[in-house]
């Protein structure tokens, strides 16, 4: 199947248009005709090389949203015309203790990336998985979610990686009512953290290093915000959080935050895919809290993720931008400037504006 779309060609090169093939439905595959999709800062470490060796040409894209075209013989949830999602995985062994527990993000033998793994199903020129920067994609069925119709489809796709990545901890933690719970740093992850936790039930506080953050973070749904630089109210709030949801993409002190937890507390690194700067273990021990990380959600988990937006219409609030403008939201994503996520609008890619 051909298929047009975004690529580049080196680390320092800018995205521009590429013809490549994708493999023909086997009889388990969804073919999928892509309206929209998300820019997640992932996209950019990987196109930038920032994160190991990136296997070039590239085709990023991992919030992806869009129609049914045809489907496989042995698919049976899925038909032509439906509303899909693909978020960051289009392929897992399925058969190790992870993969049975539909814990495909934890695959022991290594799961397959929408973009930029190893492609072991094949059936294309391609060694390597190209994303959603594009026209079309083949998955296998297991590897496609169904997107409520009550909701917009461009806010819903970056739902497929800032959505889960945000709500799979607070579920696991089993954040609700009667929980005081704090969303640090306010971006593509942490506006969706505050969003989640609110209709969770919870009384959320955002963390924010930014005072003119204030309001936004309100408007998204936070009861309160405490300034972090601020030392007087971060002394004040210490000890009076169950739960703390820390979205900072860059390593830091975490120590600070850690102290803002009850005993018995964690906080939930989902942000910083890097070395944390300092970890003083005197705020772990004498209070009995814990720090862990959180990696997405297994399909199960992000089939429950969209189900929930469509019953409490959650969306992600975003800019859409036209396929030709990419690099410059790329940039723009970098310096922070975007509320809280471009998605790409693929009709500009065949409508020939790219």
């Known amino acids: 199947m051909h298929a047009h779309g975004y690529a580049t060609h080196s680390a320092t090169e800018a995205l521009g248009p590429f013809d490549f093939e994708r493999r023909e439905p086997r009889p388990q595959d969804v073919a999928i005709e892509i309206q929209y999709c998300g820019i997640c800062h992932s996209d950019i470490h990987t196109a930038r090389s920032e994160w190991g060796k990136t296997h070039y040409p590239f085709v990023p894209g991992h919030e992806i949203v869009g129609r049914v075209t045809a489907v496989g013989s042995e698919v049976t949830r899925f038909k032509a015309g439906d509303l899909v999602g693909v978020g960051c995985l289009v392929d897992s062994c399925g058969h190790c203790e992870s993969c049975n527990e539909g814990l495909e993000q934890y695959c022991e033998n290594g799961w397959t990336g929408t973009y930029g793994s190893e492609d072991k199903i094949g059936g294309t020129p391609h060694t390597h998985t190209f994303g959603g920067y594009s026209d079309r994609i083949t998955v296998d069925e297991h590897f496609v979610l169904s997107i409520p119709e009550n909701l917009d489809p461009a806010a819903a ?28 740093g306010l971006g593509g992850l942490g506006h969706m953290g505050v969003k989640f936790a609110r209709a969770m039930g919870a009384h959320v506080v955002m963390i924010t290093t930014s005072p003119g953050k204030a309001a936004d973070a309100e408007k998204l749904g936070a009861h309160e915000v405490l300034i972090s630089k601020d030392a007087e109210a971060m002394q004040a709030a210490m000890g009076s959080f169950d739960f703390l949801l820390n979205t900072i993409p860059v390593g830091h002190d975490v120590d600070p935050y850690m102290n803002l937890l009850k005993r018995d507390g964690a906080m939930v690194i989902v942000g910083a895919v890097e070395p944390l700067t300092r970890v003083n273990g005197v705020p772990f021990i ?55 996520r471009f998605v790409i609008d693929m009709a500009t890619l065949k409508n020939g504006a790219a």
Request: a neutral charge; glycine letters at 10%.
């Open 157 to 184: 796709a970056p739902l497929l990686c800032a959505g889960i990545t945000t709500y799979s901890p607070l579920k696991h933690w089993k954040v609700g009512a009667g929980q005081k719970v704090g969303v640090i």
């Open 286 to 340: 004498f209070k009995r809290r814990t720090m862990a990380g959180s990696l997405i959600g297994g399909l199960p988990e992000t089939q429950e993720m969209l189900d929930f937006c469509g019953e409490h219409n959650i969306v992600c609030d975003i800019e859409m931008i036209d396929m030709r403008d990419v690099n410059a939201a790329y940039d723009r994503t970098v310096k922070g400037d975007v509320k809280y």
